[in-house]
C-alpha cells in the first residue's frame, strides 16, 4: 500500500505583484532615459551608482570625462568643470542626512 500526500501553494497574488513591479521598473527608466534633465545616483561616497545617457553623454562633451558606475565619483567630474566642490559637499551631507536638498548648475556646449 502506497500513500502520497501533496503540498501546494497560489502564488498568482505574488506572481501578478511581480509583474506590475516589472512593469513600473520600465516605465520609470523609460522615463528618466527620454529625460532631457541629467539625472545621476550616487551612494554616501559620492560614487555614482547610476546615470542616464544624457548625464553620461554631456559629462564626456563638456569634461572629457567617462562615467564609469560604481566607480567615478561626483567630484571627480567636478573637479574637470571647475565647479566649486563646498556647496556640493554640504548638499550632499544635507542629503544623506535626509535633509532636502536641490542643485543646479548650468553647462555650456563645448564648440
Do not use: P
Not at 84 to 108: C, I, P, R, V
Amino acid at each position: 500500500m502506497f500513500e502520497v500526500s501533496a503540498l501546494g501553494n497560489d502564488i498568482t497574488d505574488r506572481k501578478i505583484s511581480e509583474q506590475q513591479i516589472a512593469n513600473q521598473a520600465a516605465k520609470l527608466k523609460s522615463i528618466i532615459e527620454s529625460s532631457s534633465h541629467l539625472i545621476f545616483t550616487l551612494n554616501d561616497k559620492s560614487v555614482i551608482t547610476s546615470c542616464n545617457e544624457n548625464y553620461r553623454k554631456k559629462k564626456i562633451e563638456n569634461a572629457d570625462i567617462e562615467i564609469v558606475t560604481g566607480k567615478t565619483t561626483l567630484f571627480e567630474i567636478l573637479n574637470k568643470l571647475s565647479i566649486n566642490n563646498s556647496q556640493w559637499k554640504q548638499g550632499l551631507l544635507d542629503a544623506f542626512k535626509g535633509k532636502s536638498t536641490n542643485f543646479e548648475y548650468g553647462l555650456l556646449d563645448k564648440k
